[in-house]
């Protein structure tokens, strides 16, 4: 097929044009809309002229918008550094421990609880951790005292999310694992290197973009998570979802809504970009 | 196999993963209301109790109904997108595809918020089938991820082969390609399936509480003597997930072993 450049675009434009056009209308346009009723003037369930930054001033002067959103930031991040750091050596096992062929069959099975239920999981979390629940009981029938997890909302909110996003993180670290070339172990402790000081200065470097990859994909899913708070927090501790929620469907105020989803959405933004800096360095590094 | 302290690590970490699905058939087929310990005897009664929970059963059946729409129209949008972004060089690619790939990095929320906001202004009434509408945006980034990978395995040649041969450029797709990345597609339907089934941040706020089983069984937790039936459902959609899952992973390396490849890895 001798296509000219042009008649390539086209062709290519006419094949992804029902994805585009699906995503244009349904995904470009709302997130525009929410930035444009973010500087408009709100009433409940409705928006109107004039345009205004009284939104955004409204979220800084009050310290709960600040405290949550500082909040679920905190928590996100302690999510994601307890997730990689838990993944990294169950990942770093399955690339140089397990024998090639046994490799898939490692990783299906740390993928599974991921894709069950998820509801169910957090739920049964709810049962696990709570007053009097599989914990409590437990502990109790060997003697000890409960715990009641649950009444300490942030910890048990971490405790579920840790585990919720856990498959996660594996599988980055795994591909990037896979990808060091094993040539250069050898080297590094044919040249009297300990094995702990090659993986310090070889192994970890290299697979730092799996690392980084991995973090992202946690954090994400993690700060914006509106079930965990819900449900094993009790709602006592709400994170930006819930607020979210609270702004735009329980007080139907569209325009201040928005303009916290604007600036969740900022700070998401600022951290992954951040993340990808951080790992352009790696990238260029190992090149 | 070198490495214990590692490896009983890693058994030690498969087992916190497992715990919560572990424990669910165990107190799913325990006969005491109160989910704790000590187990108080074998019984059957939370599955007769969920079996016969009239609600439950129309909000399966619109789940269902969501699932297969989404996994469909997500599958499909998926074909499109990846098929063009792996054949063709266009302009705009670059940030149509980030587009399309957006929601895999957007918290779900500000998704479903978004979108919830002009339907509203709009006056749309919320039904299952701007919950369909939804999902699918979640979904297809999942879709295009798999697809392409299914695309991207397929020898060229082929498909010129067949070209010279006189087919036409859709009799080509259909004869040649179709069947080639169709391992692909039905793995992109599974995962799609899966995670609709599955989702709640939009079932709940663009469904407005029409019955369907995510938001059902979150509802229900929140009442201690629903929770035995609850688990029994979950004992029975984890069995019927880790099927589907077996069946996925399944044609996933039929696909790869088809198109000649090496078996790199698990999904994604």
């Known amino acids: 097929m001798a296509a000219t450049p042009g008649s390539e675009a086209r062709a290519g434009l006419k094949l992804i044009s029902p994805t585009a056009i699906y995503v244009i209308l349904l995904l470009a346009v709302p997130l525009a809309t929410v930035l444009i009723y973010s500087v408009m003037t709100g009433g409940r369930g409705n928006v109107s002229l004039p345009l205004t930054i009284e939104n955004y001033t409204e979220l800084a002067s009050k310290s709960v918008y600040g405290y949550i959103l500082l909040k679920s930031l905190l928590v996100a991040l302690t999510v994601t550094a307890i997730t990689v750091l838990l993944a990294y050596p169950v990942a770093y096992f399955v690339s140089f421990h397990v024998k090639p062929e046994r490799k898939s069959l490692w990783l299906f099975l740390i993928t599974i609880p991921f894709w069950t239920s998820y509801i169910i999981r957090v739920s049964l979390w709810f049962v696990i951790l709570g007053y009097g629940g599989i914990v409590d009981s437990a502990l109790a029938s060997i003697g000890l005292p409960p715990l009641n997890i649950a009444s300490y909302s942030i910890l048990s909110i971490i405790i579920v999310l840790a585990h919720a996003y856990a498959p996660f993180a594996v599988l980055p670290i795994f591909v990037s694992l896979e990808k060091v070339d094993r040539s250069l172990l050898e080297a590094g402790q044919d040249l009297g290197e300990s094995r702990w000081v090659t993986f310090l200065r070889v192994t970890l470097p290299l697979s730092m973009p799996g690392v980084i990859a991995a973090a992202l994909i946690v954090f994400i899913p993690t700060v914006g998570d509106y079930v965990t708070p819900e449900l094993v927090g009790d709602g006592k501790e709400p994170m930006i979802a819930n607020l979210i929620e609270t702004q735009l469907l329980k007080l139907q105020n569209f325009p201040q809504g928005s303009a916290f989803a604007v600036v969740s959405m900022l700070m998401v933004g600022i951290v992954s970009v951040v993340f990808v800096l951080w790992n352009r360095r790696y990238i260029g590094g190992s090149k | ?268």
């Open chain 2, 1 to 268: 196999m070198k490495a214990p302290y590692l490896r009983a690590f890693t058994l030690f970490y498969l087992l916190f993963l497992y715990s919560p699905i572990l424990l669910l058939p165990i107190f799913a087929f325990n006969d005491g209301r109160v989910v704790a310990f000590p187990l108080q005897g074998f019984t059957t009664a939370w599955f007769a109790e969920m079996f016969a929970d009239q609600n439950l059963r129309i909000a399966a059946k619109n789940s269902l109904v969501i699932a297969l729409s989404v996994a469909t129209l997500s599958t499909v949008l998926g074909i499109f997108a990846a098929r063009a972004s792996v054949r063709y060089r266009f302009p705009g690619k670059a940030p149509l595809m980030g587009l399309i790939m957006l929601p895999l990095v957007l918290p779900e929320m500000i998704v479903a918020m978004a979108l919830l906001v002009v339907l509203l202004s709009m006056g749309i009434p919320l039904s299952l089938f701007t919950v369909i509408v939804g999902q699918v945006l979640i979904c297809t980034p999942f879709a295009v991820a798999i697809l392409t990978s299914a695309f991207q395995s397929l020898d060229r040649s082929l498909e010129e082969a067949a070209l010279d041969l006189g087919e036409t450029p859709w009799s080509t797709f259909r004869l040649i390609v179709l069947p080639l990345v169709m391992p692909g597609i039905m793995a992109s339907f599974l995962i799609c399936f899966t995670i609709s089934f599955d989702e709640f941040i939009i079932a709940n706020f663009l469904g407005s509480g029409q019955p369907i089983l995510s938001v059902y069984i979150f509802g229900q937790f929140r009442f201690p003597a629903k929770v035995p039936s609850m688990l029994a459902l979950g004992t029975v959609l984890v069995c019927f997930s880790i099927i589907l899952l077996g069946f996925a992973e399944y044609m996933r390396r039929r696909g790869i072993a088809k198109a000649g490849g090496k078996d790199s890895g698990g999904f994604l």
